[in-house]
């Protein structure tokens, strides 16, 4: 009996004092960079595809809300042409083909060339399809492969990307992503960075950028998020209305997921369903993108998507000093439902460096109360900044002194990161550095599922332990 009571004991004090020790990592790793300058326009990196008016800037996206469909889009520089996608299973033979249609833009005294939007549908998960675009000599194929089923064990691996813009750093990030051989990009925002250009070199620098990244994005999905790179507010050339230049070129499945703007939707992918936030676009009490995300949220079903990101421009915990407390509007608004609902992880951008928290949160404080410091919180999410996609405006590469508690690792470094979902418990997350091998990850961890993973299992056995307990002490 004694020796019964006291293997209880133990085991209880193993349950409630094994806490994680809150003590943050600031790198001291100084990478030799590329200078910040963004790469010239008649580079390689840039090339326009050979033939008349061949398309060029091909991207895909996710098509609807499980992972059936997906949107091609392209320019045709010189004349509308066709917006036939022609595509199939095997190579060479393309036995379905889709139509979509074409659009163009005038930005200041830039005219954009054509752009199309084509929606292919109906598709197999977990299959491979070859598709062609254009006609004649210049028409190009590529290929893409779908998710497998949405499901509560479908593995898959994410790739996360922010604030790229086209510099010779963009390109190591592009380049080091690519070797990574994740399925999807969820990308943070801030893509071009066009809007550091002026008149007409603005349209032409969001050409040169979907023309570079288009080694990855013709062949898998970005998933689409903007950032205040994409605002592009120019009284000086009359272009004032926000996101002009975005919304022609990117879209997104946003009304799959009942919401009424490209810029917030959410898709599920595998296992994962995924949130995208507009830190732009009005997001307060009563707004669209408020009461959309508080019935999207009712809609995520962990059962069948274990997996809960949230993507959003602006970090809530970001203890750089550049950006320092942008995001602090929109915490005050959304963290208590990212902790009711166990978000798992929160991919932001915006600040050019590298960022991990634990999970802590700060929802007691209000302007009444003195509880204004964040604390540790199993619910929480962790929050993760990946602005380090290697942009012209260079890295944040000051940290506020002392690292806050909430913080778990920091460095101003290029890279990229990846989550690879191994099942419904279980994701390993891997920040990877430009400039280190494939197998060097610099920051990593195992992320546990707040759904299904450890938090509950141990709520559970404390839970049993105190109920076991009750009863010896009551013997
Ligand atoms: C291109 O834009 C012009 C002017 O806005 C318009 O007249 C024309 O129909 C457009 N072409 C296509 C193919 O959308
Ligand atoms: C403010 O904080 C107090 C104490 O935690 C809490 O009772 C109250 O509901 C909070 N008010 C709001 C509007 O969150
Ligand atoms: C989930 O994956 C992890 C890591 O690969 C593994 O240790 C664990 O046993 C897996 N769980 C199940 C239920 O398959
Ligand atoms: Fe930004």
């Not at 033979?93 to 084509?118: D, L, P, R």
């Not at 479908?154 to 592009?174: H, R």
């Not at 369903?273 to 009563?286: C, E, G, N």
Request: hydrophobic letters at 35%.
């Amino acid at each position: 009996m004694q020796r019964l009571l006291l293997h209880l004991v133990l085991l209880a004090s193993f349950v409630f004092l094994s806490r994680d020790v809150y003590a943050g990592i600031t790198s001291s790793f100084v990478r030799s960079e590329f200078p910040s300058v963004d790469i010239p326009p008649n580079h390689p990196a840039f090339a326009v595809p050979k033939g008349h008016n061949a398309p060029q800037q091909v991207h895909i996206t996710q098509g609807d809300y499980d992972g059936k469909a997906v949107i091609i889009s392209w320019v045709t520089p010189d004349e509308p042409g066709s917006s036939h996608v022609q595509f199939g299973t095997s190579e060479n033979k393309f036995q379905s083909s889709a139509q979509g249609t074409v659009s163009n833009y005038t930005f200041g005294e830039y005219k954009s060339g054509y752009i199309h939007h084509c929606l292919v549908e109906g598709l197999e998960h977990s299959t491979k399809y070859y598709y062609r675009i254009g006609s004649g000599d210049s028409s190009r194929e590529f290929w893409f492969e779908t998710p497998p089923k949405v499901g509560p064990d479908a593995t898959y691996k994410f790739g996360i990307i922010g604030d790229l813009g086209q510099t010779f750093n963009s390109l190591s990030t592009l380049e080091h992503y690519i070797e990574s051989e994740a399925q999807t990009v969820l990308f943070v925002g801030d893509l071009s960075y066009a809007d550091r250009y002026q008149y007409t070199d603005v349209g032409l620098r969001w050409d040169t950028w979907a023309r570079f990244v288009e080694r990855s994005t013709a062949y898998q999905p970005w998933i689409w998020n903007t950032g205040n790179h994409e605002i592009e507010y120019f009284p000086y050339m009359g272009e004032v209305v926000p996101f002009k230049s975005y919304l022609q070129r990117y879209t997104t499945p946003y009304l799959a997921s009942k919401s009424t703007s490209p810029l917030w939707y959410a898709i599920r992918r595998a296992s994962a369903h995924i949130i995208v936030l507009s830190s732009y676009s009005p997001y307060v009490k009563y707004t669209p993108q408020y009461k959309w995300l508080s019935d999207e949220l009712l809609r995520v079903d962990r059962e069948k998507t274990p997996w809960l990101i949230v993507l959003m421009h602006v970090p809530l915990y970001n203890s750089n000093e550049a950006h320092f407390m942008e995001g602090e509007s929109m915490r005050v608004v959304y963290e208590s439902w990212f902790i009711k609902y166990k978000v798992d992880v929160i991919f932001a951008g915006h600040v050019h460096a590298y960022e991990r928290s634990y999970r802590f949160s700060n929802v007691d404080y209000n302007i009444t109360t003195g509880n204004r410091y964040p604390v540790a919180d199993k619910s929480a999410p962790v929050y993760i900044t990946v602005g380090d996609g290697g942009n012209q405006e260079g890295l944040a590469s000051r940290f506020r002194d002392p690292q806050p508690e909430y913080s778990a690792f920091r460095e101003a470094s290029y890279g990229h990161s990846t989550l690879e979902i191994k099942n419904r418990t279980h994701a390993v997350y891997h920040w990877n550095r430009n400039d280190d091998g494939k197998k060097v990850a610099t920051d990593s961890f195992v992320l546990h599922n707040q759904y299904w993973g450890n938090n509950r299992r141990r709520r559970k056995l404390k839970h049993f332990l105190l109920t076991v307990i009750d009863e010896v002490v009551s013997i």
